[in-house]
């Protein structure tokens, strides 16, 4: 249970990072919806990165320095994975010239 913590603050903090990116990225912006699930898969993703890299607390990480670092992690995460798919769709749908 002491894991689930971690991983649910990382999860919400990519889906307002996803969010909070594509606010101020309008090009790269894919919707509030897709934002947000990509902000969600980002921001697992960087807490796990984060936690592979030992910069972010390993185990339960329920006192306030593994909390700060979910918020962090999953925030960033959240927000370069979306800045990332936004490039990709913004590259696949221009036309050719």
Same mark, same amino acid.
């Given at each position: 249970?002491?894991?689930?913590?971690?991983?649910?603050?990382?999860?919400?903090?990519?889906?307002?990072?996803g969010?909070?990116?594509?606010?101020?990225?309008?090009?790269?912006?894919?919707?509030?919806?897709?934002?947000?699930?990509?902000? %969600?898969? !980002? +921001? *697992?993703? &960087? @807490?796990?990165? =984060?936690?592979?890299?030992?910069? #972010?607390a390993? /185990?339960g990480?329920?006192?306030?320095?593994?909390?700060?670092?979910? %918020?962090? !992690? +999953? *925030?960033? &995460? @959240?927000?370069? =994975?979306?800045?990332?798919?936004? #490039?990709?769709? /913004?590259?696949?749908?221009?036309?050719?010239?």
């Amino acid at each position: 249970m002491g894991n689930i913590v971690p991983l649910i603050i990382q999860l919400v903090s990519g889906a307002l990072g996803g969010n909070v990116a594509g606010g101020l990225l309008k090009k790269l912006s894919l919707g509030t919806v897709l934002n947000s699930v990509v902000g %969600i898969l !980002g +921001g *697992g993703l &960087g @807490g796990q990165l =984060l936690k592979v890299l030992g910069v #972010a607390a390993q /185990g339960g990480g329920t006192d306030i320095g593994g909390i700060i670092g979910s %918020i962090a !992690g +999953g *925030g960033v &995460g @959240g927000g370069v =994975l979306m800045a990332i798919i936004g #490039a990709i769709k /913004g590259a696949i749908s221009k036309p050719a010239q």
